[in-house]
Structures are given as structure tokens and as C-alpha cells.
Nanobody, 119 residues
Framework: QVRLVESGGGFVQPGGSLTLSCAAS????????MGWYRQAPGKERELAAS???????RYADSLKGRFTISRNTTKNTMYLQMSSLKPEDTAVYYC?????????????WGQGTQVTISS
């Protein structure tokens, strides 16, 4: 059974920083693309950042220059370094990973971690 667990969320003031982690565990042969999604209250879930298996990264336009996504393929972990945080970054952040299962990639999700930006 594959499991994704996020950690690192919390409450910070505007302008602060946080680093989220996502750890994948279980019977994992290969992980493809990974990504961080976020869902603010009353809004749909949106892609914040993604990273391919070869390290190519993409960011939502509003996050470029403030967020950095990275991964450690040896440890099956992914990170999201967030800086210059704004109240509008408040959301539940979800980890997503494409896990190789039975000759195809299957998307898995973590349970989410709350990030609250407020003064």
C-alpha cells in the first residue's frame, strides 16, 4: 500500500517562510512526476508547483520567485520551500505523486496540511 504523508504546515505571519515535506512510503518501484496542489476555502484545488522525474519544475504564475519545489529520489520525498508568504497563500496543501503500478502510473494523494498566513 502506497502512502503519501505531508508535514510542515502551520501558522505564520505575512512575509514569513515555511517548508513543506511529502514522504512516500510502501511498495514503490518508481515515482514519476510529483506536485503540490492547494485548496483555499471556497475555491477549487489548484496546482501550485510540479517537478518531473528528471527535475523539471513548473510553478503557478503567482508563486514564481517565492516558492521552490524539489525532490529527493533516493528518499522518495518532495519539498516545497515557501517564502514571502501572503494571506492569499492560506490553503490546505496536498502532495500528489504518480506511482508506477502494474505497468502504468497511478496518481496518489496525501491527506493535506494546513498553511495559514495571517497577522
Amino acid at each position: 500500500q502506497v502512502r503519501l504523508v505531508e508535514s510542515g504546515g502551520g501558522f505564520v505571519q505575512p512575509g514569513g517562510s515555511l517548508t513543506l515535506s511529502c514522504a512516500a512510503s510502501g511498495r514503490i518501484f518508481r515515482i514519476g512526476a510529483m506536485g503540490w496542489y492547494r485548496q483555499a476555502p471556497g475555491k477549487e484545488r489548484e496546482l501550485a508547483a510540479s517537478i518531473s522525474s528528471t527535475g523539471d519544475t513548473r510553478y503557478a504564475d503567482s508563486l514564481k520567485g517565492r516558492f521552490t519545489i524539489s525532490r529527493n529520489t533516493t528518499k522518495n520525498t518532495m519539498y516545497l520551500q515557501m517564502s514571502s508568504l501572503k494571506p492569499e497563500d492560506t490553503a490546505v496543501y496536498y502532495c500528489n505523486a504518480q506511482i508506477w503500478v502494474d505497468r502504468t502510473y497511478v496518481p496518489y494523494w496525501g491527506q493535506g496540511t494546513q498553511v495559514t498566513i495571517s497577522s
